[in-house]
């Protein structure tokens, strides 16, 4: 039927579907002429824009201002990039007139547009509130509150978000980090810190361990199997929150094909999943930690040496040398930053913070926990490990002090009201006074 010359039969497919379904079946692709419409240039797209806008005037009976009908150019444009212009354009202006129609009035404007391509996208475009101006000017204090040192990556994280906010970001690259050091010096705890400020908690950072994808398929598996289906991977994940904060767990050890797969991610912010969908990470934040050259850094700061621009240029060198990252991967991130391993100071201010926590926690049960400088100093001798960084001290507080007044509240010696002042004993034991 198809080869017949007696009806002309023309067809219409998008990319995706045609690579699907047409394109493997030869019989059907070899009878049609394949004519690849491209996207039209800008000013071309601009006046389809504005023709479909008188259109779409008469027929919901509003007036576009230009303002609405550009910004739908530029926002479809920069964050509907699965869909193609001039129709993605079409579709955000066509529902911005419904809404406003709806709502009683007759003259769709700029913020309208914006609102439908934020409910599109998931997104903030919207300028910021006065109270988010306030955070991100004051982003770094803030995330000090809950964090020790590591003055670098607060300062560099928080200029990142800055742009991103204040619309001085432009391309389509996410803002990215990679963070060198020891376990338990607080790479993945300043990650935590600010999914917890900025995106309001801990549970919205996407994260993955990459020692999971070492393996040959560990890319497939990365990707995904598409948006939408039980394995989604980044991909899927992104598409659901495209405003994220990405954390990329012992990043070194992921199979050398996903360290390419983000030479493009970093540098143009797209990847096509599995079934050929393609997200946009430009409202990404991609935090990349990696404890590779650790005892290099141990050994270089026993020496006497100072973690400032010349030591992490040569940590790069010793990194590059080993082949653990190429240089290429390397200069894509915005900001590389060393982070350098703790001393008696850091941790004793890290023991201070974990006891200031455990103390909210008892003021919700209306039990009020006081400690001394002895408690603090016990717990950052016995509970600190060189090797394992600050991670050990939360468990000594964990299964030390927090087990202890667990089990005398379980035994009613601990109730709502009581005052417990934790310290030691003249033979250094924990001691613990409860009064009502």
């Known amino acids: 039927y198809l080869k017949s010359k007696s009806i002309r039969i023309i067809g219409a497919v998008t990319n995706g579907a045609y690579k699907k379904f047409v394109e493997r079946l030869t019989n059907i692709a070899d009878v049609f002429e394949t004519i690849k419409l491209e996207e039209p240039e800008r000013n071309v797209i601009l006046q389809m824009l504005l023709d479909k806008a008188s259109f779409i005037e008469k027929e919901i009976k509003v007036e576009l201002s230009y303002r609405a009908i550009l910004s739908a150019l530029n926002l479809a444009n920069k964050y509907l990039i699965d869909k193609t212009l001039p129709g993605a354009g079409v579709v955000l202006l066509e529902d911005a007139a419904n809404e406003v129609r709806l709502s009683g009035r007759s003259e769709v404007l700029e913020s309208d547009v914006i609102k439908r391509a934020e409910e599109k996208t998931k997104i903030t475009l919207s300028a910021p509130t006065e109270e988010e101006k306030k955070l991100l000017i004051n982003l770094e204090g803030k995330m000090h509150e809950t964090l020790i040192d590591q003055e670098e990556a607060v300062k560099s994280i928080a200029e990142g978000i800055r742009r991103i906010r204040s619309g001085l970001k432009i391309s389509a690259k996410p803002i990215s980090f990679l963070f060198l050091g020891p376990t338990g010096v607080g790479k993945t705890q300043t990650a935590k810190a600010l999914s917890v400020l900025y995106f309001n908690g801990?549970?919205?950072?996407?994260?993955?361990?990459?020692?999971?994808?070492?393996?040959?398929?560990?890319?497939?598996?990365?990707?995904?199997?598409?948006?939408?289906?039980?394995?989604?991977?980044?991909?899927?994940?992104?598409?659901?929150a495209p405003s994220s904060l990405i954390l990329l767990d012992e990043f070194e050890k992921a199979d050398p094909s996903i360290h390419n797969l983000f030479l493009q991610i970093l540098d143009?912010?797209?990847?096509?999943?599995?079934?050929?969908?393609?997200?946009?990470?430009?409202?990404?934040?991609?935090?990349?930690?990696s404890n590779a050259g650790s005892e290099f850094i141990r050994e270089e700061i026993r020496k006497g040496a100072i973690v400032d621009k010349n030591f992490k240029d040569k940590f790069l060198g010793y990194l590059l040398s080993g082949d653990i990252f190429k240089p290429e991967l390397l200069n894509r991130f915005d900001d590389i930053v060393v982070f350098k391993p703790l001393g008696m100071t850091e941790v004793i201010q890290i023991t201070t913070l974990l006891l200031k926590e455990f103390s909210k926690e008892l003021l919700e049960k209306e039990i009020t926990l006081n400690f001394d400088e002895k408690i603090i100093a016990k717990v950052a001798k016995e509970g600190f490990d060189e090797q394992f960084g600050a991670r050990p001290l939360k468990r000594f507080v964990q299964d030390n002090i927090e087990d202890l007044i667990a089990q005398k509240m379980l035994k009613d010696e601990i109730k709502r009201g009581d005052k417990v002042n934790i310290s030691v004993d003249p033979s250094n034991n924990l001691q613990l006074i409860v009064s009502g």
């Open 202 to 240: 801990e549970k919205k950072m996407i994260r993955f361990d990459m020692s999971e994808y070492s393996s040959n398929n560990g890319i497939e598996r990365f990707i995904g199997c598409g948006i939408g289906s039980e394995n989604e991977g980044i991909a899927g994940k992104i598409h659901e």
């Open 268 to 289: 143009d912010g797209r990847l096509t999943d599995n079934n050929g969908k393609t997200v946009s990470f430009a409202n990404a934040i991609i935090i990349a930690t």
